[in-house]
Structures are given as C-alpha cells and as structure tokens.
C-alpha cells in the first residue's frame, strides 16, 4: 500500500520548493541585516565609540539604496505560488522602486539628523538599541510596498510600527515622550486590531490572500456573504487610514510628534505616511477594484476632512502664544496627508487609476525632501532653543542667512508658491487629477484648503527676516545636519528646476 503513494510524494516535494529572487528583496534585507549588526556590534562597542554605530547605520541605509538601481531594468517577482506565477507575495516592479526609494531615503536623512540628537542627548538614548529600533522599522516599511498578499502587508505594516512606538519613548525621563508612544501604540494596536478583523473576513469571503486573487474572486462572493466581505473592506482599509493620519485616525499625530525625539518625529512625517499610502494603494487599487464604487467615496470624504482638519488645526496653533515649529509642522502633514489622498480617490472614478496613483506618489516625492528639510532646520535651531517654538525662528536670517533661506524654501514649496515650483506642480497634479476623475467639489476644497496654508506657511517665512529681538547666536552646522540641509536642499532645488523628474511618474503606468 506504500509504494504507490511515493511516486506522488516527491512532485508534490518538488512543488512545495520556492527559488528566491535575492537581489529582488535584497534593499529591505540588507537594512534588516545591518540592524542585527549593530545591535550585536553594540555589545563590543565601547561607550566613547557608539557614534561608529550611526555611521554604520547611515552607511547601511545608503548601500540599501544603490540596490533599487540594478531592479531598473524590469520587473521582478518572488515567492509566488508554484501553480499560478500571477499570484506572488512580493514583487519588486516600478511602484515598489519608487516608494522604497523615498522609504530609504526618508529613513537616511532621519539616520543623519539622529546622529547629531544622540551626541547632543548623551546618556538620555542608548544609541545601539536607537539604531537597531531605526533601521528595523525602515526594513519593514522597505517591505511593504513590495507586499503582495495580506498577510505579507499586516506583517510589514507591524514590522515598520514596532519599533517606531519604542522610538517614540525611548528618551529616559522624559514623561512627555512616554505619553506620546502610548498614544502611538494605543490608537495604533487598536486600529491593526480592527485591520485584522477585516482581513480575517476577505479571506473567509475569498479563501486567499493573494491581492491579485482577491480581485478576481471577490466579484464572485455570493450573495449571501456580501455584507461579510464590504464589511471586511472597510475594516481592512483602518489601519492604513491610521498610518496616513487621515482624519479621524490623526489625534496622536501632534502629541507624537512633540515628545517623540525629533529626528523619529520627521521619520514618521515622511516614511510613516509612505508606509500608510502604498498600503492603502495596494488594497485599494490592486485588491479591490471591483468595490470602487465604495472606497472611492469613502476616501474623498476623508480627503476633505483630512486637509481641513490638518490645516485648521495648524491654523489655531497661531492663537497660542509660543507655539511650538514641531506642533505646526505636525498639523502641516494632517494637511498634506488630505492633499496625498485626492489622487487615491480620484482613482476609483477614471478609466486610469495608475494616472491618478502617480500623481500620489509625485507628490509624495516632493512632499518628503522638502518636509525632511524643514525638520532638519527645525533639528538646528532646536539645538539652542530647547522648546522650539515659531518664535525662535525670528531673525534666523541674520544668524544664519543660508539656512534661513533654505527653511523658507521648504515652507513655499509646501505651500506650493514660487520658487517653490515643485510644490505648485505637484499640488496642480493633484488638482488635475481630481477634475479628470469628475470629483469638482473635492477640487473646490482643496483649493479652499490651499489658501489657508498659505497664511500659517507665509507668516512663518516672513518671521525667519525680520529683525531679531535681541541679540542672534549663530547656529553651528555639525557635519551630519549639514550632509542632511545639503541633500534635501539641492534635491528640493533641483525638482524645482525640472519638475518633470517627478511628474513623469503621473503618466507612467505603476502597476
């Protein structure tokens, strides 16, 4: 009775056996390895040598992202079912590229600012747990654009939160820090709770995870399980709602930002949104097309709200006396987390969803070096001045001229005024593409929304020439917040010059 059933063990073996596309996922894999190493080589460090730590962080994050340059040339798939090569749980293709890059990126410039905040905070961070902490939550958000099935995303999506909530609370004594990563960690478990939940009824409704199965089959549910899988779409959806801070999941942005180290609050500025949008592109656009009709309105009506909120509340900061920049510049991202959603939503009404998701990913591009580099004077100042506020910021140009020129820079490009062209062009991708998605009324808004902007955004700028109170200090540059000005700066600059190096991907095809 056994020997016939050998003949079948072994194909049935052979098909169970997976080859890996290693310089595929070799970018999020090499971060993830360097962060292993440095927690080990923290062991052997001697406490006058931990700043070698940073330096093999920041050196890690950038070989990570050479490797996206050999993936240029088509794209690649691993992991996939042996019988269906359609069905992959990663894939490395023009999308993936592109959001690993600004990941990546983003993670680099934060690993520079934090280079500088640990030698200034001394015994307040230990730096090899900071560094191990960094480049695991880069790693996974590294992995999830690349993620092609649900269990893969939820993976991720907990691999990049992680270790940012630890992050947020790891400066010693400090109550305000502690509070803020148990807010993070609170709103956040409890919005991937509800994520799992939903996930748990996609597959109840589809029998797979795969995103493009998921697309094929749930067109196909019956009828009966039809309340089960809309349920299950909108449950799915939260969690990266939250990690967007689209409203009403954005209450812990301002105080998370205010007591995280300032470094980890520009990091979740830019790589935690990156993170939240390739999430909610994925499940939106590549899983559940059919469902359009559901998510499309869904997601319009929080780009409203999103962009109003964010900029009203950054708006009210004004009435405070000594309003902090971080506070500001939190709310400024509620806002452009608004503007980052239109194109996702126009996407569920046109006949060209990759359009509208480039236009997404154009301006989330330009929104990250800029914001990067609007945190990285605000790392400067923060040196000297301890709270931070607005007011700090006045006579910064007699200080320090080219710094102050460089924030006010930063501050018309996310406003979107000139010099700033790659904030109007990008803003304008947007506007476009919800005209061409039929969505007026949301155009309307954000129109409206822009010229609120403007007022909190100007009032600054015009702070950083007027005439300082008393006497200036000029700020020095270390060399890491100067690599840091000088990438975001030249990279800001040059977008700005040739608009079309970012706008091109509206036209490109990303699926």
């Known amino acids: 009775m056994s020997s016939p059933a050998q003949p079948l063990a072994q194909p049935l073996a052979e098909s169970l056996v997976q080859s890996v596309d290693w310089l595929a996922i070799a970018p999020p894999t090499l971060t993830a390895v360097v962060g292993l190493a440095v927690l080990v080589a923290d062991l052997f460090v001697p406490d006058a040598k931990k700043a070698v730590l940073g330096w093999i962080s920041v050196a890690g994050l950038a070989a990570s ?12 798939t691993t992991f996939c079912l042996p019988t269906r090569q359609d069905a992959c749980s990663y894939t490395a293709d023009r999308f993936t590229l592109v959001i690993q890059l600004l990941v990546l990126g983003g993670a680099l410039l934060a690993a520079l600012l934090s280079v500088t905040a640990l030698k200034d905070a001394r015994k307040d961070m230990p730096e090899g747990e900071y560094w191990f902490l960094l480049l695991s939550s880069a790693a996974g958000a590294a992995l999830l654009p690349a993620s092609r099935d649900l269990a893969t995303l939820i993976v991720a999506l907990e691999v990049a939160s992680l270790p940012a909530f630890a992050l947020v609370g790891l400066r010693h004594g400090d109550k305000r820090s502690s509070e803020a990563a148990l807010k993070f960690f609170l709103s ?16 109840a409704t589809t029998g797979t995870l795969y995103l493009t199965q998921i697309a094929d089959r749930i067109q196909h549910v019956d009828g009966q399980f ?7 779409v909108v449950l799915t959806l939260v969690g990266f709602a939250f990690k967007t801070a689209a409203v009403p999941f954005h209450f812990w942005v301002p105080d998370t930002y205010v007591g995280a180290p300032l470094p980890i609050a520009a990091y979740l500025s830019v790589v935690g949104k990156a993170v939240g949008f390739s ?8 899983a559940l097309p059919s469902y359009a009709d559901a998510w499309g309105p869904a997601l319009a009506v929080l780009a409203a709200l999103t962009m109003t909120v964010g900029n009203v509340g950054a708006l009210r900061q004004q009435a405070t006396r000594a309003y902090s920049a971080v506070r500001l510049l939190a709310w400024s991202s509620v806002g452009q987390a608004g503007y980052l959603l239109v194109p996702i939503a126009a996407a569920a009404s046109t006949d060209d969803p990759a359009h509208s998701i480039g236009s997404t990913v154009a301006y989330a591009l330009m929104y990250g070096a800029v914001n990067l580099g609007a945190f990285a004077v605000a790392a400067l100042v923060g040196r000297t001045k301890l709270l931070n506020r607005v007011a700090d910021y006045r006579g910064l140009y007699a200080a320090n001229p080219l710094t102050a020129l460089l924030l006010a820079f930063f501050l018309l490009c996310l406003a979107g005024l000139p010099p700033g062209i790659i904030g109007l062009f990008a803003k304008v991708t947007v506007f476009s593409a ?3 998605a039929g969505l007026g009324w949301l155009a309307v808004i954000m129109a409206v929304n822009v010229v609120i902007a403007l007022f909190y955004y100007l009032q600054w700028t015009a702070l950083l020439f007027r005439a300082p109170d008393g006497e200036t200090a000029r ?18 600059v040059a977008l700005s010059g040739a608009p079309q190096l970012v706008l091109h991907f509206a036209d490109t095809a990303l699926f």
């Not at 700020?475 to 800001?492: G, S």
């Open 65 to 76: 992202a050479v490797l996206l340059l050999p993936l240029l040339d088509g794209d690649r």
């Open 188 to 203: 956040s478990v409890t919005a991937t709770a509800v994520s799992l939940m939903g996930v748990s009824f996609l597959y």
């Open 226 to 232: 039809q309340t089960l899988a809309q349920t299950g």
């Open 279 to 286: 999430g909610l592109i994925l499940v939106t656009v590549v």
């Open 434 to 436: 919800a005209v061409d």
């Open 475 to 492: 700020h020095r540059l270390p060399a890491p917040l100067t690599a840091a000005l000088a990438l975001t700066a030249v990279v800001a």
